[in-house]
């Protein structure tokens, strides 16, 4: 049984730095494409970053420069580094990881929340 638990995330003041966390049991993250999602309030889910099997990144428009997607494979976990954060990166952030490419399925963690108020 594949799951995701996301960890790090909490209330931190604006221009401030959070580190998630995503740790995967039950199979290896090499298998997947990984990604970081968030959800505002009465918003809809967006991706922020994604990274591939070979390390390549992509980035939401919204956090380029700011944010770094990075895995472990070692450790079976997925990061997101958040730096200079905003008011509006406020929401709950999801980690996902695809293996649709090798007909591995679909996977989501339970999602963490990161505030960002002073």
């Known amino acids: 049984q594949v799951q995701l638990v996301e960890s790090g995330g909490g209330l931190v003041q604006p221009g401030g730095s959070l580190r998630l966390s995503c740790v995967a049991s039950?199979?290896?993250?090499?298998?997947?494409?990984m990604a970081w999602y968030r959800q505002a309030p009465g918003k809809q889910r967006e991706l922020v970053a994604t990274?591939?099997?070979?390390?390549?990144?992509n980035y939401a428009d919204s956090v380029k420069g700011r944010f770094t997607i990075s895995r472990e494979n070692a450790k079976n976990t997925v990061y997101l580094q958040m730096n200079s954060l905003k008011d509006e990166d406020t929401a709950v952030y999801y980690c996902?990881?695809?293996?649709?490419?090798?007909?591995?399925?679909?996977?989501w963690g339970q999602g963490t929340q990161v505030t960002v108020s002073s």
């Open positions: 996902n990881a695809d293996g649709t490419q090798l007909a591995l399925g679909d996977y």
């Open positions: 039950g199979t290896s993250v090499s298998f997947y494409v």
């Open positions: 990274i591939g099997r070979a390390g390549t990144t």
